[in-house]
């Protein structure tokens, strides 16, 4: 049978119009779902429209004489590398639902709220966030469980939701690109061909002035806080929370038994989803009035609504009924089914950056670009640049990590810079700016799992916009810009475990 596949000769190479068509649909749908529909495009409009960009570059491939086969294979990498990211984003939704069925969320802003003092609200958010991120290694992680609380607390008292989404966030971010347990830390530092601790030091040098410019500003923003509610009124919403659920530090033991597991290094999917069942399995022992509320069928039997109970607030999440509409808002959250749209962003944002990168459409635009870069400064500025540019365009962070560690690995050797400078500025790009982005897999995952839109939380997201600034500065005045020296030799490749 004749081989009707075509040959090499007939695919073209993109021309500039074939690399900018893309981005400039991209921009016009994106720009207009949310035009057209505000905050609700979020809700599918925007997930549309990524889909629709998938659709032009496939026509785009086709016309280049690429085989509708490689452009099916590219699409199955792409799903393929989000395996991990869907089923952190389900056990996220499920603990959610059975962290606020167990007591656990409820009892975190119960105790927060006594604890913590209004004024210092902001800067403790972004402080607690940085530590308990830097043992566990998980923006999502630590935003998803410490954060949800801490919004829920700052929802009682009065304070900005949004402001305290972005002190989460950086706090979060701050301890994701310091952690030695953290994914994107191992893998910008193993795209570089740096040993992981060289790369912590160096971030150092970035992530210490931003946080600490970070803590600045919201200690500033917590002193200003004006109009915060009465404490008659925060003192009935305490006490609602004490007749909904029995509040005891028996509670926190998921979040305990979570660190725990995180600290071991166990995969993150599986530490939230064990924690999630664990929730649920003390809902029932320490919260069974509340369980058998939450399911209010007086046709079922207690154990089987028990069981009814933890199923429903694992798949579409835990409901209250207070009475108070910030108690309602905090407990009603949760569910793997919370997570569905998010799923089908980031699907849509990972299928169409990878077909940009697979087939050189990004490569087409970076690399005239490099040329031109002549100084350290202007180099770091072109990989700050190109690893923003990624988030936005690929709404996805390993790409903005992975691409600029390959693409620009290469000229920082040629030009005698240590590894160390180029996966300290993919950090500083890649990493940290993706929750600022509404169609990043980050930014769709943080505004849902906050209950914050990401457009909102994005001015109060102060580390995250002061890291590549920084990193820019000591790009322009050589400041802990590490050069090789005559007698240092290239080192090997560094395998460092995942």
Same mark, same amino acid.
């Given at each position: ?19 900018? @068509?893309? +981005? *400039?649909?991209? %921009?016009? =749908?994106? /720009?207009? !779902? ?5 905050? $609700?495009?979020?809700? &599918? ?102 954060? @949800?609380? +801490? *919004?829920?607390? %700052?929802? =009682?008292? /009065?304070? !900005? ?5 972005? $002190?989460?966030?950086? &706090? ?104 999630? +069942?664990?929730?649920? %399995? ?217």
């Amino acid at each position: 049978m004749p081989d009707h596949s075509p040959s090499p000769r007939s695919i073209k190479e993109p021309s500039y119009v074939d690399a900018v @068509v893309p +981005l *400039i649909t991209l %921009a016009v =749908l994106i /720009g207009g !779902s949310v035009f057209l529909f505000g905050t $609700a495009a979020m809700e &599918g409009p925007l997930q549309a429209a990524l889909i629709l960009c998938c659709m032009v570059v496939a026509l785009i491939l086709l016309k280049n004489g690429h085989p509708w086969e490689s452009i099916v294979r590219a699409e199955a990498n792409a799903l393929s590398s989000i395996g991990t990211p869907i089923f952190i984003l389900l056990g996220v939704g499920a603990l959610i639902g059975t962290w606020n069925m167990s007591g656990t969320i409820p009892t975190l802003a119960y105790y927060g709220i006594h604890m913590l003092r209004p004024s210092f609200l902001y800067l403790a958010t972004a402080l607690v966030c940085g530590l308990i991120s830097l043992g566990c290694g998980s923006s999502w992680t630590t935003a998803g469980t410490v954060g @949800v609380a +801490l *919004i829920g607390i %700052a929802t =009682l008292a /009065g304070a !900005s939701p949004a402001i305290t989404a972005g $002190a989460v966030i950086s &706090g979060a971010y701050l301890g994701d690109k310091l952690s030695p347990l953290s994914e994107t830390t191992v893998l910008t530092a193993q795209l570089a061909e740096v040993d992981i601790r060289k790369h912590i030091r160096a971030m150092f040098w970035t992530a210490g002035p931003a946080f600490l410019v970070a803590a600045v500003g919201f200690a500033l923003l917590g002193l200003r806080m004006r109009n915060l509610a009465s404490s008659e009124y925060i003192e009935s919403e305490l006490t609602q929370l004490d007749q909904l659920f029995w509040i005891t530090p028996l509670n926190l033991i998921p979040l305990v038994f979570l660190v725990i597991l995180s600290m071991r290094k166990t995969p993150a999917s599986l530490a939230i989803l064990l924690s999630a +069942l664990l929730a649920g %399995a003390m809902g029932v022992l320490l919260q069974p009035k509340a369980t058998l509320r939450f399911v209010n069928d007086p046709a079922l039997s207690t154990p089987l609504a028990h069981i009814r109970g933890v199923w429903t607030a694992l798949a579409t999440g835990y409901h209250a009924n207070s009475g108070i509409p910030e108690v309602d808002r905090l407990l009603s959250r949760g569910g793997m089914a919370s997570m569905l749209k998010t799923l089908w962003i980031v699907i849509g944002a990972v299928t169409f950056g990878t077909l940009l990168e697979e087939f050189h459409l990004i490569a087409k635009l970076v690399d005239p670009v490099l040329i031109r870069a002549k100084s350290t400064g202007r180099l770091i500025a072109t990989v700050v640049a190109t690893a923003f540019g990624l988030n936005i365009v690929t709404g996805d962070q390993y790409i903005a990590l992975v691409l600029p560690a390959r693409m620009f690995r290469a000229e920082f050797q040629r030009r005698g810079l240590k590894a160390q400078n180029l996966s300290r500025t993919c950090a500083d790009a890649g990493t940290v700016t993706s929750p600022l982005v509404p169609w990043n897999s980050c930014g769709a995952y943080m505004a849902i799992t906050l209950g914050v839109a990401t457009l909102q939380y994005l001015p109060f997201c102060l580390f995250n916009i002061a890291a590549p600034l920084f990193s820019l500065l000591w790009g322009f005045t050589g400041f802990q810009i590490q050069h090789v020296q005559p007698n240092e030799v290239s080192p090997e490749p560094v395998e460092t475990p995942v």
